[in-house]
């Protein structure tokens, strides 16, 4: 089964406007990532959060993370149209044999209008 | 740019054909990945090879074949593929440091297949 689901799965905002995805998990977690894909192209490193930890900044952007509730969210703060993209979680569960073995929620389609 | 390269951008093919994707890095990453992607919807693993040895096969049938000759590289081997195998191909790396499972995926930006 999935192992991530995110929602909204589309979102349209305003630039300037903040945009905040959520993502869901089923079973315990090593880590949590999220990418970024633009149209066309390959996926992006946004961000790692481990399963210890609760809250990283980066830039304009901003994860949580809630293990009791199996949830993570991406705030992006002052959006920018470059900022139109597919956003994806992703997850590495726990374990020693995984060998990074990431697995995808289904992803957020975010639209910043100029 | 992204530091992963895959060749070609574009590959159209008949059932019959046998064809080749390549993904090429020169980051020293030691683990390598091929994921296949339809429309809309997420990645999915296919193969992951860590020190140039086949780690994790996720089921893939056989008509795709993964090679790591060293590396650097890694090649998808096409074989007899079937039109739903239609999607975008991509390849990532990781550092593969320990522990492994905290390391980023570097992706390139795929091969677009089309099976005729």
């Known amino acids: 089964s999935q192992q991530g689901e995110e929602d909204p799965q589309a979102l349209s905002i305003q630039e300037g406007e903040n945009a905040t995805m959520n993502c869901s998990y089923k079973?315990?977690?090593?880590?949590l990532q999220w990418y970024r894909q633009n149209s066309g192209r390959g996926l992006v490193h946004l961000i790692l959060i481990r399963s210890n930890e609760r809250e990283k900044h980066s830039g304009r952007l901003r994860v949580t993370l809630d293990t009791s509730k199996k949830s993570s969210s991406l705030l992006i703060t002052a959006s920018r149209a470059a900022d139109t993209a597919s956003y994806f979680c992703?997850?590495?569960?726990?374990?020693?044999?995984?060998?990074?073995?990431?697995?995808f929620g289904q992803g957020t389609i975010l639209t910043v209008h100029p | 740019d992204t530091e992963v390269t895959q060749t070609p951008k574009h590959l159209v093919m008949g059932m019959t054909n046998k064809k080749s994707l390549k993904c090429e890095q020169h980051?020293?990453?030691?683990?390598m990945y091929w994921y296949k992607q339809k429309a809309k919807k997420p990645p999915e693993l296919m193969f992951v090879y860590s020190y140039e040895k086949l780690s994790i096969n996720e089921s893939v049938p056989s008509r795709f074949s993964p090679e790591c000759p060293n590396s650097s590289l890694l090649n998808l081997h096409l074989h007899a593929l079937q039109p739903e195998d239609s999607a975008l191909y991509l390849c990532?790396?990781?550092?593969?440091?320990?522990?492994?499972?905290?390391?980023?995926?570097?992706f390139g930006d795929g091969t677009r297949l089309s099976i005729l």
């Open positions: 990532a790396s990781s550092p593969r440091d320990i522990p492994y499972s905290n390391q980023p995926q570097h």
């Open positions: 079973t315990s977690i090593n880590n």
């Open positions: 980051m020293g990453h030691r683990a």
């Open positions: 992703a997850t590495v569960l726990a374990g020693g044999t995984s060998y990074g073995k990431l697995t």
